[in-house]
């Protein structure tokens, strides 16, 4: 038997086809009871709106969202926004930010509004998990779902994610590997949401309690508050250490670069006196030769755009979800803990 028609759907609801229509593209103008009711039965009998058959008459709408949970200016977001217009500009898509999903105003309006009204092709999602209720929404209406970067596969019909807490901890333990005994990771406090960037504190604390034993570590977690001062935030929490440490292990670059160059005015020189590793491998990493994780957000935007227009087009994915390393980028900001001064 094949899939039903918007025909059979109306007869079985006992309603009229703009009703049934209505149900999926504009649900603020139908009763929630008829909504339910015309979605159960499209459910059974396997029916799917075809958006070509909705207002717009031209089929697509030749438009994706990019979700963000942060502004697009951080520098994995400017990277990701690139890879993924290399791709989508020339397939002749245009690209809808929305910056801050990260209230639950925010991302309700979105999952629940903007893209019925909006009508987008395909979604992306920058570094957070989505709920079930908010793919939902999207699968509802054939919209895939694509993840970059994002801490669960769960809801998403592709994603290419960095693997963080491996990251994390292979950072750590090339730390541990040099002999530090004392080694503390500033970070800010962990996202409302499920956020990829919390991993990477899971991979530190992992690699330090599976060298516990061995190593004598003194080791903790310096936790300072989100905003656009936790760099400053960091240098203040280590700098009221009882005992300055002889590693710090960075969540990421944008917090590592200006420790770096802060604490050599309170004495505190790398290499000679402590080592620090960040993550990210961003701009100004090289410049002042940290030592930190690669990770390539343009080719991560490129990867998601070319299985959103496969999804798109209805085609299969050889890959669904694929996951890459950090890489470990050696350079001057780390030495043995013996060769210090």
């Not at 090339?174 to 956020?195: D, F, M, Q, R």
């Amino acid at each position: 038997m094949g899939k039903a028609d918007i025909y059979e759907v109306a007869k079985a609801a006992g309603v009229s086809i703009s009703t049934v229509s209505r149900a999926f593209t504009r649900p603020d103008l139908v009763s929630d009871k008829t909504r339910r009711k015309v979605l159960d039965i499209a459910d059974k009998l396997d029916f799917s709106i075809s958006r070509s058959a909705t207002a717009l008459k031209s089929g697509r709408t030749n438009r994706v969202a990019l979700l963000m949970n942060e502004e697009i200016t951080s520098w994995f977001n400017t990277q990701t926004f690139a890879g993924i217009e290399s791709v989508m500009h020339p397939a002749g898509y245009d690209i809808s930010l929305f910056q801050h999903i990260d209230t639950e105003e925010n991302r309700h309006e979105f999952f629940t509004e903007l893209p019925i009204r909006r009508n987008v092709d395909a979604v992306f999602v920058a570094s957070f998990a989505i709920d079930p209720h908010e793919a939902e929404q999207l699968k509802r209406l054939h919209v895939p779902i694509v993840g970059i970067n994002t801490p669960s596969e769960a809801g998403f019909d592709a994603s290419i994610s960095i693997d963080d807490e491996r990251g994390m901890y292979t950072a750590t333990q090339h730390l541990i590997n040099l002999g530090h005994k004392h080694i503390v990771y500033p970070c800010s406090e962990a996202a409302l949401l499920n956020s990829s960037i919390d991993a990477r504190t899971r991979g530190f604390i992992q690699a330090c309690k599976d060298n516990e034993h061995k190593h004598d570590l003194n080791w903790q977690v310096l936790s300072v508050p989100r905003g656009p001062a936790f760099a400053d935030s960091a240098l203040s929490a280590l700098l009221a250490l009882e005992e300055f440490p002889d590693a710090i292990c960075c969540q990421m670059d944008m917090m590592a670069i200006p420790l770096v160059l802060k604490l050599e005015r309170y004495g505190h020189r790398t290499p000679r006196d402590y080592s620090i590793v960040g993550f990210d491998d961003s701009p100004y990493a090289d410049t002042i030769n940290l030592t930190t994780m690669k990770q390539d957000p343009y080719a991560m935007g490129k990867i998601a755009a070319t299985k959103a227009l496969k999804l798109i087009d209805g085609k299969p994915l050889d890959n669904q979800h694929e996951v890459v390393e950090a890489q470990l980028v050696p350079r001057s900001t780390d030495m043995p803990f013996g060769d210090m001064e």
